[in-house]
Every structure is written in C-alpha cells, then in structure tokens.
Nanobody
Framework: QVQLVESGGGLVQPGGSLRLECTTS????????ICWLRQAPGKGREGVAT???????RIADSVKGRFIISRDNGKNTVNLQMNDMKPEDTAVYYC?????????????????WGKGTQVTVSA
C-alpha cells in the first residue's frame, strides 16, 4: 500500500527554521518523484520543491535561497529544510508522489498524497 506521511510541522518565529520529513511506505523513495506543496488559507496548492526520480531537484522562485529539498534513500524519506521563514510561509504542507521522473510543481500532476502538516510562522 502506497503511503506518504508528513512530519515536522509546528510553530516557528519569523527568521527561524523547520525541517519537514516525508516518510514513504509501499515503495522505494528513489522510484518516484516527490514534491512538497503548501496550501495557505483561502489559496490553492502551491508547489515549493520537487525531488525528481533521477535525483535532480527544483525549487520554486518564491522560496529559492531559503528552502532546500533532499532525499535519504536509506530512511526512505524526502525532506524539506526551511530557513529564514516568513509569515507568508504559513500553510499546510503536503508531500506528493508520482511514478516517473518529473520536476513539475503543479499539484494536479501528482498521484499520491499525504495528509499534510501545519506550519505556522508567527511571533
């Protein structure tokens, strides 16, 4: 059974850091492409970073220089390190997967989804 579970969300002050982890089961993490997306209240889902099946990555312009995506094949996880966080980063963060190489940040391109983890940036 394919499953993705997000963890690591929480409350952080502006300028702080959080590390999100997407743990996969039912498949090897290096057999898929995984995207981190977020959804703020009243807004659509926005892709922020993708780790492609072949090992390349893409970071959205809105978070470039602050967010880093990485993959740990041994732990079967894809992680999102978020630095210098801003109030506008507040959202529910999801990881999503598809069974091919892609670097797309478009939500509708992904097949499997986790349930999300809340990230709040506030003083």
């Amino acid at each position: 059974q394919v499953q993705l579970v997000e963890s690591g969300g929480g409350l952080v002050q502006p300028g702080g850091s959080l590390r999100l982890e997407c743990t996969t089961s039912g498949f090897r993490v290096n057999s898929v492409s995984i995207c981190w997306l977020r959804q703020a209240p009243g807004k659509g889902r926005e892709g922020v970073a993708t780790y492609g099946q072949v090992g390349t990555t893409r970071i959205a312009d809105s978070v470039k220089g602050r967010f880093i995506i990485s993959r740990d094949n041994g732990k079967n996880t894809v992680n999102l390190q978020m630095n210098d966080m801003k109030p506008e980063d507040t959202a529910v963060y999801y990881c999503a997967a598809i069974w091919r190489h892609t670097l797309t940040l478009t939500a509708s391109d992904y097949t499997y989804w986790g349930k999300g983890t809340q990230v709040t940036v506030s003083a």
